[in-house]
């Protein structure tokens, strides 16, 4: 006969366990999806024996491989329960964003941290004939975005570095900022105000203006994007209240719905 182990003390013991899971994880994905067992150590401070036997489990599990030179990954079946929660978050966001675009007139995302890249979840595009588009799934450095920079001033400054220089600053248009000290500099006062702008710096002629959600521990931003000429920098000071409501109304959902906030 089975012996019931679902005491208090076993309880918390388990608990403890799946928090500590979760955070070697986290950990992972913040070094960029692959690191040593020396590395998860330093960061976490738990001790070696306990970090193998809950990435041993991991990795039976199938969200950590062990690579040949010994170093661990993120594994394959997290790929799932990434798409299944970026599904059901841009279903979340998805009339927030509609109210965006109906109030402003220019394209609205939903964008989410991934590693040392930004991905859009969701978009629901501007009604004009010209207007913003980027693909739901597509990666893009965080450098030269309005979310991307808009993240970046939630972080702590060494960990903000360390993704700047981890994906580089490449060139996207004359305007973009290729130096991370000067990048780094602005942050303070993006974090202060609360809102950062991408004036065409990941493409020419295009602006975007961004929001974090609050209170989101997945690291989210929303935005709207559109053509310069249209969305003029004499319009931030009316978007910006306009966003940091719908993302705050999102946020409020998350935390009703059990959501990752």
């Known amino acids: ?28 994905a913040d070094a960029g999806g692959e690191v040593a067992i020396s590395r998860l150590a330093a960061d ?22 062990q690579l040949p030179s010994r170093r661990y990954v993120l594994g394959p079946r997290l790929i799932r329960l990434g798409e299944s929660s970026s599904r059901m978050l841009a279903t979340w966001a998805q009339p927030h964003l509609s109210r965006l675009v109906d109030d402003i007139g220019e394209t609205a995302n939903l964008a989410m941290l991934d590693g040392d890249r930004v991905v859009y979840v969701a978009q629901v595009p501007s009604r004009h004939s010209m207007r913003m ?4 799934g597509r990666r893009v450095h965080l450098h030269c975005t309005g979310v991307g920079k ?23 248009t004359e305007r973009t900022v290729t130096d991370p000290d000067e990048l780094l500099a602005t942050l303070p006062a993006i974090a202060a105000r609360g809102y950062a702008v991408d004036d065409g710096e990941q493409e020419a002629g295009v602006r975007c203006v961004a929001v974090p959600v609050p209170g989101n ?21 009316r978007v910006v209240p306009l966003l940091q409501s719908a993302a705050a109304a999102l946020a409020a959902e998350l935390r009703e719905d ?3 906030v």
């Open 44 to 65: 976490s401070g738990l001790a070696l024996s306990t970090i193998h036997r809950l990435v041993r489990t991991l990795v039976a599990r199938g969200y950590v491989r």
């Open 217 to 237: 521990s997945s690291a989210g931003a929303m935005s709207v994007s559109g053509p310069a000429g249209r969305l003029g920098m004499d319009a931030v000071s």
């Open 150 to 172: 808009v993240l970046l001033a939630q972080l702590p400054a060494e960990q903000a570095r360390q993704l700047l220089v981890q994906a580089g600053m490449p060139v996207r």
């Open 133 to 136: 588009f980027t693909e739901v």
């Open 1 to 28: 006969m089975a012996t019931d182990r679902t005491g208090a003390g076993g309880a918390a013991e388990g608990v403890q366990s799946l928090e500590r899971a979760f955070a070697l994880l986290e950990l992972m």
């Open 258 to 260: 059990g959501g990752p």
